[in-house]
């Protein structure tokens, strides 16, 4: 038996992760995401698949984050039909988030035409929200740590990763003629003291393993995000104004929501209503109460008191209507909102609202990318570009560092030591290059791993003749 790999994307960069394994005749698409950030990397959403779609047997994601899994809709449209497998949170969220990729995009092909921008005179869409849903039929759940075998070939195995709700680490064993062989991905990891979700489980075993290296060089220093929302609350409670939270809504909003209702509960921030202002995030909140097993609230569910998802200072606002009028609210209260970066959604008509008053602040609690409003708000411009008109920025504005899904350096390594023999081969992928040539040099160092860097649309040869 032959198994090769061919690097799709996920390398030189932390998005478009799609790796083929060629497993004898079988082709199996590890994770299928879409690029995002930089021109030069989003033009290859574009281009043509580098195999025919229809060629392809399988797809199986790591997790739902668009980066892992957005190009699902075009790949379906190209004619690929075979099962997607992920876990059943996983599947749940891919619903929600590539809904809202299908919408931007049409969004996006609807502004270019409006503003004239694309040399098409009717700009399309890379995929449409009908297209996001003819990806659902094809979605198959898994639980974690159960075998799943669709062909002979080979097995795979979800384990659990943190980072987000459902994400896994996947480990696939391949039915030789004469040896059986392991390789493990491991998709995005969480971090080993996330308050939510578990810690990434450990594998002691892989022939050939590809390690993530999103902050392959990076150790992250706060140890206390808990504390210094609090301050930035108290802050922002002092002078009189709200709170605007800006947030992701997987993941971060229902962090903020536990960390919040712990510092309430506390009595370490006043008693002020919260308002989640995003839908998607409403949506998102109400799967972790339906996927228990995929974090460590659960037991908090069961007392009204501790459910940091449901108490009397919490208000999820829905509608339009409702988000609008929250910005009659002028002080004590909290509102969280989307998106995380100031780049669209809801966040945007309260940003325009509370920027140009001294007394209101925004937090920022996530990684805030070059380019975005909210790189220009942390670093400190005086005026935004919103809506065609330079708002004046005279709130507050704070950013708490060192929150992140993903593990750093030092849990990187920590993670890699679980196995207790080095792999034959060790990929780094989901990285800049900078953090990869970081990460390879500290395996070695304290490891004595070598492990090797591929490039984009690379291919590989892993065994032969097993
Ligand atoms: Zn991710």
């Known amino acids: 038996m032959k198994v090769k790999v061919k690097f799709l994307g996920g390398a030189g960069t932390v998005t478009g992760s799609r790796y083929l394994l060629e497993i004898n005749h079988l082709k199996v698409l590890v994770d299928c995401g879409l690029f995002q950030g930089l021109k030069d990397y989003r033009v290859r959403n574009w281009e043509a698949f580098p195999i025919s779609p229809s060629e392809i047997d399988m797809v199986i994601l790591t997790h739902a984050h668009i980066d892992h899994s957005g190009y699902l809709p075009k790949l379906v449209k190209e004619g690929f039909k075979g099962p997607i497998y992920g876990t059943e949170a996983t599947l749940e969220l891919i619903k929600i988030l590539l809904l809202d990729s299908a919408k931007l995009q049409e969004e996006e092909a609807a502004y270019a035409q409006k503003k004239g921008y694309s040399k098409h005179e009717k700009p399309l869409p890379l995929y449409t929200i009908e297209d996001a849903e003819r990806v659902f039929p094809l979605l198959k759940g898994a639980d974690f740590e159960e075998e799943q075998s669709e062909y002979p070939e080979f097995n795979f195995t979800f384990y659990n990763a943190g980072h987000i709700l459902g994400a896994a680490i996947v480990k696939l064993k391949v039915n030789g003629a004469q040896q059986v062989k392991k390789i493990v991905f491991s998709g995005d990891l969480g971090r080993y003291h996330d308050p939510i979700l578990n810690p990434p489980a450990r594998l002691p075993f892989a022939d050939i393993l590809f390690l993530e290296s999103t902050y392959g060089d990076r150790v992250s220093k706060i140890k206390n995000p808990e504390e210094e929302l609090g301050r930035a609350i108290r802050e922002a409670y002092r002078r009189g104004g709200v709170a605007l939270i800006p947030a992701f809504a997987v993941g971060r909003t229902q962090m903020m929501l536990y960390y919040l209702h712990r510092l309430q509960q506390k009595g370490k921030i006043p008693d002020i209503p919260i308002y989640v202002d995003s839908p998607m ?31 009397k200072n919490l208000h999820y606002y829905q509608s339009q209507e409702a988000s609008i009028s929250l910005n009659a609210v002028r002080g004590d209260a909290i509102i969280i909102s989307a998106s995380g970066m100031a780049t669209g959604g809801r966040i945007m008509h309260h940003l325009y609202n509370r920027l140009p008053n001294e007394q209101d602040s925004v937090i920022f609690v996530g990684y805030q990318a070059e380019g975005t409003r909210g790189r220009k708000l942390i670093d400190g411009d005086t005026s935004v570009r919103m809506y065609g008109l330079d708002v004046p920025v005279k709130a507050n504005i704070s950013y708490i560092e060192g929150l992140s899904a993903h593990a750093d350096q030092e849990e990187l390594i920590d993670w890699v030591e679980g196995f207790t023999s080095k792999p034959k081969v060790t990929f780094l992928v989901h990285g800049e290059d900078e953090a990869r040539i970081a990460l390879q040099r500290k395996l070695k160092e304290e490891l004595d791993w070598d492990a090797t860097i591929p490039e984009y649309l690379e291919s590989f040869e892993l065994f032969d003749g097993i």
């Open 281 to 311: 995030a409403i949506d998102v909140t109400k799967l972790y109460k339906a996927f228990g097993e995929c974090h460590r609230l659960q037991p908090l569910f069961e007392e009204d008191q501790c459910n940091p998802f449901q108490h």
